[in-house]
């Protein structure tokens, strides 16, 4: 049948027709039409398609939702049968839709009719799966009672934590394990407030954001509204005075005009929350404060007068609203305690997809500097390694290490702040670009692409417009790519200008800034997305900016826009700054709350040296130049950037007993200055203790290089307590091998690089010699060592290791550790390292094609101080066609004991499933040739005093040193 019913005789026949021919097609539901491109026809235009269904309906807007759902649609014809009757189920005086399906070009005139076209875009990808979190070949029963330990280490750690960490190991879904029922407290966390009692010999000032007055004197009883107010008072006395600002847990978030600045007059301030009484606080709450403490925010809330309006090229279905006079140069934008998604394409929600989702494979055009030179290392020779010297010889670079100290200066290190890029050619010029004899290490300065072909037409349409040459784009425009082989990290590029070739439809997108965020360079990006135009405000929960005029389109469960959107502005909340000669010294934060900071992913970046790494030097709480800074208890949700950052001359700082969630980029960075090859004292940080905190489901803006806890140039951290999980990449780095002497002690760490590969749960590198003063005063380059002890690590999704010692590192001591699923690493002329006393489960089921242990190094340049002994080792039964086993080594000369020179193993205990081959599961796979039994390794004079046992420990025996390992008690 078809709706071009010219003449009543045919109605009339075609409902004889319709009375003995059901409708077989099933009608379908109302879709989004959010994704799809209409074409209105011109009044009174019929479409002479094959019909998919016809059905009563009430309006063409219902027909057209119908159209949307049904991928088979191609467009409608809406029909009034007035006074004419039509089929049986659409009889006189009803209307009736027609779907349309196959060819929708030949069109027909008739009266009382509407038609469209409806063009469907490709069906996107489904979401990628991410790996499995229980590796396959890991015994379920045995895994269950593993993650049962860390449960129990989180509770013995942060009892308020205990519910997000069963959630995060799939307790339920994997071990069939409700919440543990001893986790009585989870989800308080005692803080015992305080009541807003004044020690003596204190300057007390009192804020309540509800009933304060900046007029009143800041006296519990008359206290001022704003926190800035209360820092003046404290500065009024004309006698040093130490001060206590108490903030009262205010009805909303103490909205920040502008960060606050302590200096050195404000030496021995405390910021606490105080409530009329002690209580309990709980963890802080989506929208950011639970009642119980002060909040202090980087966001303005308005609420706008909204209008609904259509957008060209969407249809009605999608509903866009707009408020004018919305003013501000804001990055985030929340709506019920949740932050938003910028105007994008592919459409994606960055902070529960994982890459590559909402990514854009298409091959664009990338375009290095037009201006753009080969790059100049320059080395200082005079600071280098002597062991190395002799390993990678006195030329400049060394592959992944240098045994110089070697930077690049300007050119393509003008992207960083200050224009420098550290490092060797690894941590520089990684993926760069050969121009004239030489790389040009930096970034692409603009990208084109053929804007139908890449965007689809009805986004290309919708972006382009009426829009012909070159215009500027709103500030919000942005480029996100990622540079993938394997997945190492992502770039932001900020768009400067854009230009439209009409003849050939290649648009080109122009850099102004960004491509900042990571030390390596990059020819190109395989994966990248837009951002920042109306014109892809085309899904449920997007919004866009410019000119004063804010756009927002519904998600689909909500019927009106909301009372009041949050605002994200202001990059930081609370700067302590000091010098070295003038430090600020005994600052308190304590039990005060933090929110809805901007993204600052544009800002200037520095790159750290010696690893991949850059850093933006500002966070929502920045410290430098500080003696004894304390900051405890707080909460950080939604923080655009950095949650904490530790900057240049610090002693003795303390964070603790915080919780960080959906941050940008890194929780918490500790990072000293480096004068080039130099690292002054008092340029870096000693004595940093991080203990008991929590950081989780960050990285939202930042996947690569950047996990919870980023160190370097800084001696003597003490890291322990700590639970971190659900990154996109490592939880912890150490980004150089400089100073030392930091310990790593009973952290639990898991479901890391969950958006990249190629690394660990903790992760360090060492390619780059720095000098400073040894203990005895004397310059030196050899570190003191690091110890990592009684931690619990698991290596799933796609970590590779639990412990990445990559590219150099050295002096690490690893000692008594729980790592599930992976073993551990010594790289490309690691030296001067000790693993003993550790549980690896199942190190040749995960991972990398890994075993219980890689020992890979250069040509001739093997490592040499290395001790691999008294582990315990459960092995899986691996398939024997891979390199896993028990160890790999590279290159191995199984007839010499020199080579590997002196990396020795010695009494440990190594277990095989019962009934599969030792000499498969238990290989040793020396070099590049075929694997080694154990039984041959032991007769070459190896792993002396180690045994290999035929069936696996029970689930008891392995819970039990798990838990002697983390000082837990039996249960």
């Given at each position: 049948?078809?709706?071009?019913?010219?003449?009543?005789?045919?109605?009339?026949?075609?409902?004889?027709?319709?009375?003995?021919?059901?409708?077989?097609?099933?009608?379908?539901?109302?879709?989004?039409?959010?994704?799809?491109?209409?074409?209105?026809?011109?009044?009174?235009?019929?479409?002479?398609?094959?019909?998919?269904?016809?059905?009563?309906?009430?309006?063409?807007?219902?027909?057209?939702?119908?159209?949307?759902?049904?991928?088979?649609?191609?467009?409608?014809?809406?029909?009034?049968?007035?006074?004419?009757?039509?089929?049986?189920?659409?009889?006189?005086?009803?209307?009736?839709?027609?779907?349309?399906?196959?060819?929708?070009?030949?069109?027909?005139?008739?009266?009382?009719?509407?038609?469209?076209?409806?063009?469907?875009?490709?069906?996107?990808?489904?979401?990628?799966?991410?790996?499995?979190?229980?590796?396959?070949?890991?015994p379920a029963s045995t895994d269950c009672r593993v993650r049962q330990v860390a449960l129990l280490l989180a509770e013995k750690l942060r009892p308020d934590a205990v519910h997000a960490v069963h959630d995060a190991l799939q307790m339920t879904t994997l071990c069939n394990a409700t919440a543990a029922a001893s986790a009585g407290t989870a989800g308080l966390r005692p803080r015992h407030l305080s009541s807003g009692a004044n020690p003596s010999g204190r300057i007390a000032v009192y804020v309540d954001g509800d009933r304060g007055s900046d007029t009143a004197p800041g006296t519990k009883t008359s206290p001022v509204r704003s926190v800035k107010q209360g820092l003046e008072l404290t500065r009024a006395s004309t006698v040093p005075t130490p001060a206590t600002i108490?903030?009262?847990?205010?009805?909303?978030?103490?909205?920040?005009?502008?960060?606050?600045?302590?200096?050195?007059?404000?030496?021995?301030?405390?910021?606490?929350?105080?409530?009329?009484?002690?209580?309990?606080?709980?963890?802080?709450?989506?929208?950011?404060?639970?009642?119980?403490?002060?909040?202090?925010?980087?966001?303005?809330?308005?609420?706008?007068?909204?209008?609904?309006?259509?957008?060209?090229?969407?249809?009605?279905?999608?509903?866009?609203?707009?408020?004018?006079?919305?003013?501000?140069?804001?990055?985030?934008?929340?709506?019920?305690?949740?932050?938003?998604?910028?105007?994008?394409?592919?459409?994606?929600?960055?902070?529960?997809?994982?890459?590559?989702?909402?990514?854009?494979?298409?091959?664009?055009?990338?375009?290095?500097?037009?201006?753009?030179?080969?790059?100049?290392?320059?080395?200082?020779?005079?600071?280098?390694?002597?062991?190395?010297?002799?390993?990678?010889?006195?030329?400049?670079?060394?592959?992944?290490?240098?045994?110089?100290?070697?930077?690049?200066?300007?050119?393509?290190?003008?992207?960083?702040?200050?224009?420098?890029?550290?490092?060797?050619?690894?941590?520089?010029?990684?993926?760069?670009?050969?121009?004239?004899?030489?790389?040009?290490?930096?970034?692409?300065?603009?990208?084109?692409?053929?804007?139908?072909?890449?965007?689809?037409?009805?986004?290309?349409?919708?972006?382009?417009?009426?829009?012909?040459?070159?215009?500027?784009?709103?500030?919000?425009?942005?480029?996100?790519?990622?540079?993938?082989?394997?997945?190492?990290?992502?770039?932001?590029?900020?768009?400067?200008?854009?230009?439209?070739?009409?003849?050939?439809?290649?648009?080109?997108?122009?850099?102004?800034?960004?491509?900042?965020?990571?030390?390596?360079?990059?020819?190109?990006?395989?994966?990248?997305?837009?951002?920042?135009?109306?014109?892809?405000?085309?899904?449920?929960?997007?919004?866009?900016?410019?000119?004063?005029?804010?756009?927002?389109?519904?998600?689909?469960?909500?019927?009106?826009?909301?009372?009041?959107?949050?605002?994200?502005?202001?990059?930081?909340?609370?700067?302590?700054?000091?010098?070295?000669?003038?430090?600020?010294?005994?600052?308190?934060?304590?039990?005060?709350?933090?929110?809805?900071?901007?993204?600052?992913?544009?800002?200037?970046?520095?790159?750290?040296?010696?690893?991949?790494?850059?850093?933006?030097?500002?966070?929502?709480?920045?410290?430098?130049?500080?003696?004894?800074?304390?900051?405890?208890?707080?909460?950080?949700?939604?923080?655009?950037?950095?949650?904490?950052?530790?900057?240049?001359?610090?002693?003795?700082?303390?964070i603790s007993d915080t919780t960080l969630v959906r941050f940008g980029a890194a929780a918490i960075v500790v990072a000293g200055h480096a004068e080039l090859d130099w690292l002054r004292a008092e340029n870096i940080p000693i004595n940093t203790t991080i203990a008991n905190n929590v950081a989780h489901d960050g990285g939202v803006y930042l996947k690569g290089y950047f996990g919870p806890l980023v160190l370097a140039k800084q001696q003597a951290a003490h890291i322990v307590g700590n639970l971190f999980f659900n990154t996109p990449r490592s939880a912890l780095l150490f980004n150089d091998g400089a100073l030392g002497g930091d310990v790593v002690e009973n952290n639990l760490g898991f479901n890391t690089n969950r958006d990249t590969q190629d690394t660990g749960v903790?992760?360090?590198?060492?390619?780059?010699?720095?000098?400073?003063?040894?203990?005895?005063?004397?310059?030196?380059?050899?570190?003191?060592?690091?110890?990592?002890?009684?931690?619990?690590?698991?290596?799933?999704?796609?970590?590779?290791?639990?412990?990445?010692?990559?590219?150099?590192?050295?002096?690490?001591?690893?000692?008594?550790?729980?790592?599930?699923?992976?073993?551990?690493?010594?790289?490309?002329?690691?030296?001067?390292?000790?693993?003993?006393?550790?549980?690896?489960?199942?190190?040749?089921?995960?991972?990398?094609?890994?075993?219980?242990?890689?020992?890979?190094?250069?040509?001739?340049?093997?490592?040499?101080?290395?001790?691999?002994?008294?582990?315990?080792?459960?092995?899986?039964?691996?398939?024997?066609?891979?390199?896993?086993?028990?160890?790999?080594?590279?290159?191995?000369?199984?007839?010499?004991?020199?080579?590997?020179?002196?990396?020795?193993?010695?009494?440990?205990?190594?277990?095989?499933?019962?009934?599969?081959?030792?000499?498969?599961?238990?290989?040793?796979?020396?070099?590049?040739?075929?694997?080694?039994?154990?039984?041959?390794?032991?007769?070459?004079?190896?792993?002396?005093?180690?045994?290999?046992?035929?069936?696996?420990?029970?689930?008891?025996?392995?819970?039990?040193?798990?838990?002697?390992?983390?000082?837990?008690?039996?249960?």
């Amino acid at each position: 049948t078809n709706s071009n019913l010219t003449t009543m005789a045919a109605r009339l026949a075609l409902a004889v027709l319709f009375v003995v021919v059901p409708v077989l097609a099933q009608i379908p539901p109302p879709g989004s039409c959010g994704y799809v491109h209409v074409t209105p026809l011109p009044p009174q235009t019929n479409i002479n398609g094959d019909d998919l269904v016809h059905f009563p309906s009430p309006s063409s807007q219902d027909c057209l939702q119908r159209c949307c759902g049904d991928a088979q649609c191609d467009g409608f014809t809406f029909t009034s049968y007035q006074p004419a009757p039509g089929p049986a189920d659409c009889p006189s005086g009803t209307t009736c839709c027609w779907l349309k399906t196959g060819s929708v070009d030949s069109h027909s005139p008739e009266a009382n009719v509407t038609s469209a076209i409806v063009a469907h875009p490709p069906a996107p990808p489904p979401p990628t799966p991410l790996p499995p979190n229980r590796p396959s070949g890991v015994p379920a029963s045995t895994d269950c009672r593993v993650r049962q330990v860390a449960l129990l280490l989180a509770e013995k750690l942060r009892p308020d934590a205990v519910h997000a960490v069963h959630d995060a190991l799939q307790m339920t879904t994997l071990c069939n394990a409700t919440a543990a029922a001893s986790a009585g407290t989870a989800g308080l966390r005692p803080r015992h407030l305080s009541s807003g009692a004044n020690p003596s010999g204190r300057i007390a000032v009192y804020v309540d954001g509800d009933r304060g007055s900046d007029t009143a004197p800041g006296t519990k009883t008359s206290p001022v509204r704003s926190v800035k107010q209360g820092l003046e008072l404290t500065r009024a006395s004309t006698v040093p005075t130490p001060a206590t600002i108490f903030i009262k847990a205010a009805s909303k978030p103490y909205e920040l005009a502008a960060p606050l600045f302590l200096g050195p007059a404000d030496s021995g301030l405390a910021i606490t929350s105080y409530t009329s009484q002690d209580a309990n606080g709980r963890g802080i709450h989506d929208d950011g404060g639970d009642g119980q403490r002060a909040v202090l925010s980087g966001a303005r809330t308005v609420k706008p007068l909204w209008q609904q309006v259509s957008l060209p090229g969407r249809s009605d279905a999608l509903k866009v609203f707009m408020a004018k006079n919305i003013q501000g140069n804001f990055t985030t934008l929340s709506v019920g305690g949740r932050r938003q998604v910028l105007a994008r394409h592919p459409n994606a929600n960055t902070e529960t997809g994982h890459y590559p989702d909402g990514t854009n494979a298409y091959a664009a055009d990338w375009q290095l500097p037009p201006n753009a030179t080969a790059d100049t290392r320059i080395v200082i020779s005079t600071t280098n390694r002597t062991e190395w010297v002799k390993m990678f010889g006195k030329g400049v670079g060394g592959g992944s290490m240098s045994a110089f100290y070697e930077y690049i200066k300007g050119n393509s290190a003008d992207r960083f702040q200050p224009p420098l890029c550290p490092g060797p050619a690894r941590s520089c010029c990684s993926n760069a670009a050969s121009v004239g004899s030489g790389l040009y290490c930096g970034v692409p300065a603009s990208m084109s692409f053929n804007a139908t072909a890449a965007l689809g037409a009805s986004v290309a349409s919708a972006l382009l417009g009426n829009r012909t040459g070159s215009w500027t784009p709103s500030p919000l425009m942005a480029v996100h790519g990622w540079w993938s082989a394997p997945v190492w990290y992502n770039l932001i590029f900020g768009v400067g200008s854009v230009a439209l070739d009409a003849a050939t439809g290649t648009l080109a997108l122009n850099f102004s800034r960004g491509g900042n965020q990571a030390s390596q360079g990059a020819r190109s990006l395989s994966h990248w997305w837009l951002e920042g135009d109306l014109g892809l405000l085309d899904t449920g929960g997007e919004w866009y900016h410019e000119n004063g005029t804010l756009w927002y389109a519904l998600n689909g469960t909500d019927t009106a826009p909301p009372n009041e959107v949050v605002l994200s502005e202001k990059l930081s909340l609370i700067n302590v700054v000091g010098t070295p000669s003038a430090p600020v010294r005994d600052v308190t934060i304590e039990n005060v709350d933090f929110a809805h900071t901007a993204a600052g992913m544009l800002e200037p970046f520095e790159a750290l040296g010696g690893g991949d790494q850059a850093i933006h030097r500002g966070g929502a709480v920045f410290a430098e130049g500080v003696e004894r800074f304390t900051l405890r208890g707080a909460d950080f949700v939604d923080i655009g950037g950095n949650g904490v950052v530790i900057s240049g001359y610090s002693r003795d700082a303390i964070i603790s007993d915080t919780t960080l969630v959906r941050f940008g980029a890194a929780a918490i960075v500790v990072a000293g200055h480096a004068e080039l090859d130099w690292l002054r004292a008092e340029n870096i940080p000693i004595n940093t203790t991080i203990a008991n905190n929590v950081a989780h489901d960050g990285g939202v803006y930042l996947k690569g290089y950047f996990g919870p806890l980023v160190l370097a140039k800084q001696q003597a951290a003490h890291i322990v307590g700590n639970l971190f999980f659900n990154t996109p990449r490592s939880a912890l780095l150490f980004n150089d091998g400089a100073l030392g002497g930091d310990v790593v002690e009973n952290n639990l760490g898991f479901n890391t690089n969950r958006d990249t590969q190629d690394t660990g749960v903790v992760y360090t590198y060492d390619r780059l010699v720095f000098k400073f003063l040894g203990p005895d005063g004397q310059p030196t380059v050899v570190p003191q060592p690091r110890v990592l002890k009684n931690n619990m690590f698991l290596a799933n999704y796609h970590t590779i290791w639990p412990i990445d010692h990559d590219d150099g590192s050295s002096y690490y001591l690893d000692q008594d550790n729980v790592l599930v699923y992976a073993g551990t690493k010594s790289f490309l002329g690691g030296h001067n390292m000790t693993t003993r006393g550790n549980l690896f489960l199942w190190p040749n089921l995960a991972g990398w094609e890994t075993a219980a242990m890689l020992y890979s190094s250069v040509v001739n340049a093997s490592g040499y101080n290395e001790f691999w002994h008294n582990n315990t080792v459960v092995l899986g039964a691996a398939p024997a066609a891979t390199r896993r086993g028990y160890l790999d080594l590279q290159p191995c000369n199984l007839d010499s004991l020199t080579d590997p020179p002196t990396l020795l193993l010695a009494n440990n205990t190594i277990y095989v499933p019962a009934g599969s081959s030792p000499d498969s599961v238990a290989a040793i796979h020396c070099g590049k040739g075929q694997p080694v039994s154990f039984a041959d390794w032991q007769k070459s004079g190896h792993d002396l005093g180690s045994s290999l046992v035929m069936g696996l420990p029970s689930d008891d025996e392995i819970v039990h040193r798990a838990m002697a390992l983390l000082g837990l008690q039996q249960k």
